[in-house]
């Protein structure tokens, strides 16, 4: 005697809704990616008619007062003193695996140059490669802005 059922099982997945979920996720990351900025910190950096276009994988920042941040491979800045910041940077290249780190330095304009010669020079002393940040000038801001590209 075979028992049947009534309704029949399918034993197949319905895969729509799973899809549905990954493009939500999808378009969700890319746009939070964008928000995203290098350096949390609001420094006024100075002006230059060339931009540099190399992303770092260690940040330096020396805001207005002239106190240094260092960050590395996305984490959160951290206040450093200058006797500091070359192990933060060392163990930022260990953490890369890379022979050459490329260190992205956002000093505010009104940091006296001598601070960020001491910066360049902690760096040079343990073979760092080293990218100063600066802003484009006003007038190409100004275009910039009018042609609906903002920074």
Known sequence: ?????????????????????????????????TLVSPNALKVNLPQSKK????????????????HIFASADGKEEVEVTLDELGDVLSSAQSETDSTDLIVSLYADEKVAYKHIVEVLNVANDRHFKMVLATRPPKEKREAEVSDGISD
Request: proline share 2%; charged share 10%; net charge neutral.
């Open 1 to 33: 005697m075979a028992l049947h059922r009534r309704t029949k099982v399918t034993p197949l997945f319905n895969m729509s809704s799973m899809t549905d979920i990954i493009f939500l996720l999808l378009i969700f990351f890319m746009i939070t990616s």
């Open 51 to 66: 931009q540099t276009t190399m992303q770092g994988a260690a940040y330096v920042t020396i805001d207005s007062l002239e």
